[in-house]
């Protein structure tokens, strides 16, 4: 089956330590996503590739930053995380253009120690 | 500020009934609707969406209207059944011309019972 893929499903990490997180997918699609979600709250955009161009959201951190190196991988990097980065991070994708629906993958559990 | 809203953290219906889940949104350059549905520890999945040009959309159970005036969107589904329960998330999009990015609400659970 199609599909997008988050790995790993739940990550620990050390206060300051880097950690990245993987997420591939089969659809072929141009547009890949990243989101943050935090307890009881709505996913939020962090950032998203069209292909190779990169779009930031205005109000993402510094700390948050991101590689796609071809259509089917696209990895977050934290560089330093802090407690508040503790959260449910999910990846989705595309097809180019307007009115798209986006598919999900299964999210990586972040917790921060 | 919150652009997309779902008042109703949580909703209980009787199987067979109908269920109505509602969604008011803020930002008139919203022009693409969706709703998703999400079981506990999976990603969201795409149940229905609706573009700013329509004011209804059918899906076999899934029905979703838009009302644009009132900036408020709703999805029923009916007869609702006991895998319909599920946490659903209305989400609004503003496209770039390239890529469709997502503003959600915070969910709302639905919990069908016998």
């Known amino acids: 089956d199609a599909m997008v893929i988050q790995n790993p499903r739940y990550q620990v990490t050390q206060f300051g330590k880097p950690v990245t997180l993987s997420c591939s997918q089969t659809l072929n699609h141009n547009v890949m996503y990243w989101y943050q979600q935090k307890s009881s709250q709505a996913p939020k955009l962090l950032f998203h590739?069209?292909?190779?161009?990169?779009?930031n959201e205005a109000d993402t951190p510094d700390n948050f930053q991101s590689r796609r190196p071809n259509t089917s991988f696209c990895f977050l990097d934290i560089r330093s995380p802090g407690l508040g980065d503790a959260a449910m991070y999910l990846c989705?994708?595309?097809?180019?253009?307007?009115?798209?629906?986006?598919?999900f993958g299964d999210g990586t559990r972040l917790s921060i120690l | 500020d919150q652009q997309v809203k779902q008042n109703s953290p949580s909703l209980s219906v009787q199987e067979g009934r109908i269920s109505i889940l509602n969604c008011d949104y803020t930002n008139s350059m919203f022009d693409y609707f969706l709703w998703y549905k999400k079981y506990p520890a999976e990603g969201p999945t795409f149940l229905i969406s609706i573009s700013s040009i329509k004011d209804k959309n059918e899906d076999g159970r899934f029905t979703v209207f838009l009302n644009k005036s009132a900036k408020h969107l709703s999805l029923h589904i009916v007869p609702s059944q006991p895998g319909d329960s599920a946490v659903y998330f209305c989400?609004?999009?503003?496209?770039?011309?390239?890529?469709?990015?997502?503003?959600f609400g915070t969910g709302t659970r639905l919990q069908v019972t016998l």
């Open positions: 590739y069209y292909d190779k161009d990169f779009n």
């Open positions: 989705a994708t595309s097809e180019q253009g307007a009115w798209q629906p986006q598919h």
């Open positions: 989400a609004a999009s503003r496209s770039t011309g390239t890529a469709s990015k997502l503003t």
